[in-house]
């Protein structure tokens, strides 16, 4: 099996390959070579002893789409996006690698087919920033797409493309909405959304970290680990049982602000709690205002799906991949 992994570089990427490589298989299949694209090369998987291909491109060039295409892989996984304040700060940068990046990626893969028969399975990670307000207390699947802002409406449009490529016949897909990812190591980037990480990974390990919400402030959450785990499922599972819904969300916690400062209490204590600097920040404030609190992922679970139950889980997730399963 050849797997294409599309945004390989960043944070989910990199666990995905990791733990691709670890596996050594997918879906009883084993992967005999990694095609790992991003703008920087991706490192090469430890331990794997099949071909890797590690390649630094910009996804939204046709013919960089074309050729990433042509090695036919069986598995697509397309990862590849700017975040959402970054998207939201450059509309024509959003536009050009979240949209254009994706219908390249489609058109590519319809023009293979063309040559000979070719339908891979094709994951696009969506977000549940397709979602806007007004919003009922629990987000149904069927609840309505009405982004507001410029990163959900490129992630919308994407979920719609591929449900219609795959309807045609030219790809078998499936859009996951993610959760919020949280903890995210590494260091704080351009998502708004980051402060959500922030807050917990940095007094974890001691050093302060900036609250730009309120507490009150409620989300959707799921763990890196989780993450891999939806991705993975979604790559190997019979998708004729979502019909031509073939973009749904993704299970996850439901929590504010102040319950994950309660859990990062009852796990590091009061000592990480105060490294919590609290400083408003209205852009950031607007953002979060307009983005969905909770869902009833049923069908997501019903499909086999899983995420953490607790916050206390989530934080425990990273202590064990990040910190080496116990704190500093």
């Known amino acids: 099996m050849h797997i294409l992994i ?7 990427g990199r666990k995905l390959t990791a733990r691709l490589a670890k596996d050594g298989a997918l879906g009883g299949k084993s992967i005999s070579a990694f095609t790992l694209a991003d703008v920087v090369e991706a490192p090469a998987p430890a331990g794997f002893g099949g071909k890797v291909t590690s390649l630094a491109v910009d996804i939204s060039d046709a013919a960089v789409a074309a050729k990433l295409v042509s090695g036919r892989p069986d598995v697509i996984f397309h990862l590849a996006a700017i975040v959402s304040g970054e998207a939201e ?4 940068k959003g536009y050009r690698i979240n949209l254009d990046g994706t219908r390249h990626l489609l058109d590519a893969i319809r023009a293979e087919g063309a040559k000979a028969p070719y339908v891979p399975r094709v994951v696009n990670t969506s977000s549940i920033a397709v979602f806007g307000a007004p919003f009922p207390e629990l987000i149904h699947d069927e609840f309505f797409s009405t982004p507001l802002t410029s990163y959900g409406t490129q992630k919308a449009i994407g979920e719609l493309l591929l449900t219609d490529y795959s309807r045609k016949g030219f790809m078998d897909g499936i859009s996951i909405r993610l959760p919020t990812i949280c903890i995210r ?7 708004a959304s980051g402060f959500f990480s922030n807050i917990l990974r940095e007094p974890l390990v001691g050093q302060e970290a900036v609250l730009p919400v309120d507490d009150s402030v409620l989300h959707w959450h799921a763990s ?18 979502m019909g031509w819904r073939r973009a749904i969300t993704m299970p996850g916690l439901a929590a504010t602000v102040g319950e994950q400062i309660e859990a990062l209490r009852r796990v590091a204590g ?11 920040d209205e852009t ?5 205002s307009g983005w969905p609190r909770a869902f009833d992922a049923s069908r997501a679970l019903s499909l086999g799906f899983k995420a953490e139950a607790t916050f206390d889980e989530i934080i425990k ?6 910190l080496g399963g116990k704190l500093p």
Not at 89 to 92: E, K, T, V
Not at 317 to 322: A, L
């Open 6 to 12: 599309i945004g390989a570089a960043g944070m989910v």
């Open 89 to 92: 700060a450059d509309f024509d």
């Open 185 to 191: 190591p590494g260091k704080p980037n351009a998502a």
């Open 224 to 241: 890196p680990r989780s993450a891999v785990g939806f991705l993975m499922h979604a790559a190997t599972m019979d998708l004729t049982k």
């Open 270 to 280: 009061e000592k990480a709690v105060k490294l919590i600097r609290r400083m408003p």
């Open 284 to 288: 950031i404030i607007r953002i979060v």
């Open 317 to 322: 997730v990273h202590v064990e991949d990040e």
